[in-house]
C-alpha cells in the first residue's frame, strides 16, 4: 500500500498564483521529501524536510511538516508555466531501511 | 555530466521473452533502486541495493530479479515478461541512506 498520498490528484492555476500540494502518509518517518516530475522524464529531487523540522524553504518552494498529523504540504509561490508537472512527496517509512515509498503524485498545470 | 544513464529507453518485448533493463550510475552512490511507474499507482519500488553485492526485496518484486555485482551498475532482469510487467521503469541511486534520489530518465517497457 501506498504510504504517502498526495491531495489534489490534478491543480490548475494561473501563472503568478500559489499552488499548494498536500501528502499524508501512515507511519512514522524519519524524513520526507518532494520530487519533481517533467513529462517523459525521470524524477528530480526538490526538498528534503526531516522529522525534527516543521517547516523549510528553497527560493519560491515552501515546505511543512507536521508529524502529529502525518502530513505535509508543498507550496509554490508565484507560478510560473514552467513548473507545469507532477509533483511527488516520498517517506522513507521509518522501518524500512531507508528506502523511500512514493505518493500517487499531483498533476500540476500552469496556466500562462 | 555526471548521472544515472539507462539502457534502452523504449523496448516492445513478447511475452514470455527474458529482458534485462540497464542502469549504470557514475556518481558513485553506495545504494541504488528500481521503481515501476504506472498511472493511476505511482512509483512502486521492485528492488534495491544498499552496496554493492547486496540487494533486497522492494514493494513489488515478483517476476523481477537483480544484481549488483559493482558499485555502478545494477541491471533489472524479467525472466519471462507477462503483459502486467509493462509499465516505465525508473533506476535512481542514492548516496546514502536517507539521502536524496538521482534517477535515469527510464525504459519504457511494452509487454505485447
Known amino acids: 500500500s501506498q504510504q504517502g498520498e498526495e491531495d489534489p490528484q490534478a491543480l490548475s492555476i494561473q501563472e503568478g498564483e500559489n499552488a499548494t500540494m498536500n501528502c499524508s502518509y501512515k507511519t512514522s518517518i524519519n524524513n520526507l521529501q518532494w520530487y519533481r516530475q517533467n513529462s517523459g522524464r525521470g524524477l528530480v529531487h526538490l526538498i528534503l524536510i526531516r522529522s525534527n523540522e516543521r517547516e523549510k524553504h528553497s527560493g519560491r518552494l515552501r515546505v511543512t511538516l507536521d508529524t502529529s498529523k502525518k502530513s505535509s504540504s508543498l507550496l509554490i509561490t508565484a507560478s510560473r508555466a514552467a513548473d507545469t508537472a507532477s509533483y511527488f512527496c516520498a517517506t522513507d517509512a521509518g522501518n524500512q531501511g531507508g528506502k523511500l515509498i512514493f505518493g500517487q503524485g499531483t498533476e500540476l498545470s500552469v496556466k500562462p | 555530466i555526471a548521472g544515472i544513464t539507462q539502457a534502452p529507453t523504449s523496448q516492445i518485448l513478447a511475452a514470455g521473452r527474458r529482458m534485462t533493463l540497464r542502469c549504470t550510475q557514475d556518481m558513485r552512490h553506495n545504494a541504488m533502486y528500481w521503481y515501476r511507474q504506472d498511472l493511476g499507482l505511482g512509483l512502486r519500488l521492485i528492488h534495491y541495493?544498499?552496496?554493492?553485492?547486496?540487494?533486497g526485496k522492494g514493494e513489488v518484486p515478483d517476476g523481477y530479479s537483480v544484481s549488483r555485482a559493482n558499485t555502478d551498475d545494477f541491471p533489472l532482469t524479467l525472466a519471462s515478461a507477462v503483459p502486467s510487467q509493462t509499465s516505465v521503469y525508473f533506476c535512481?541511486?542514492?548516496?546514502?541512506?536517507?539521502?536524496?534520489?538521482?534517477f535515469g530518465n527510464g525504459t519504457r517497457l511494452t509487454v505485447t
Open positions: 541495493s544498499n552496496t554493492a553485492g547486496t540487494t
Open positions: 535512481a541511486s542514492s548516496d546514502q541512506y536517507n539521502s536524496p534520489l538521482h
